[in-house]
Nanobody, 117 residues
Framework: QVQLVESGGGLVQPGGSLRLSCVVS????????MGWYRQAPGKQRDLVAA???????NYADSVKDRFTISRDNAKNTVYLQINSLKSEDTAVYYC???????????WGQGTQVTVSS
């Protein structure tokens, strides 16, 4: 059974930092494109950052230069380093594993990030 377990969310003041982690129980983790999405109350779930099997990355314009996605294939883990947090970053952050060739698309349960003074 595939499991994605996020951690690292919490309450942080504006300007602060967090590192989110997502541990993935899946075979051939290194084949998957891993993504972080976020969903604020009343809004749709949007892609924040993604990293391919070749470690190529892309980011939403709103988080470029503040967020960094990385992966450790030896640990089946993907990370999201979040710096210079803003109130508009408040959302539930979800981890996603995708491998289109196999039609695989898996989600974690989400971790809450709240930015408030």
């Amino acid at each position: 059974q595939v499991q994605l377990v996020e951690s690292g969310g919490g309450l942080v003041q504006p300007g602060g930092s967090l590192r989110l982690s997502c541990v993935v129980s899946i075979s051939n983790f290194n084949f998957y494109t891993m993504g972080w999405y976020r969903q604020a109350p009343g809004k749709q779930r949007d892609l924040v950052a993604a990293i391919t099997s070749a470690h190529s990355t892309n980011y939403a314009d709103s988080v470029k230069d503040r967020f960094t996605i990385s992966r450790d294939n030896a640990k089946n883990t993907v990370y999201l380093q979040i710096n210079s947090l803003k109130s508009e970053d408040t959302a539930v952050y979800y981890c996603n594993a995708k491998f289109r060739l196999w039609g695989a698309d898996y989600w974690g349960q989400g971790t809450q990030v709240t930015v408030s003074s």
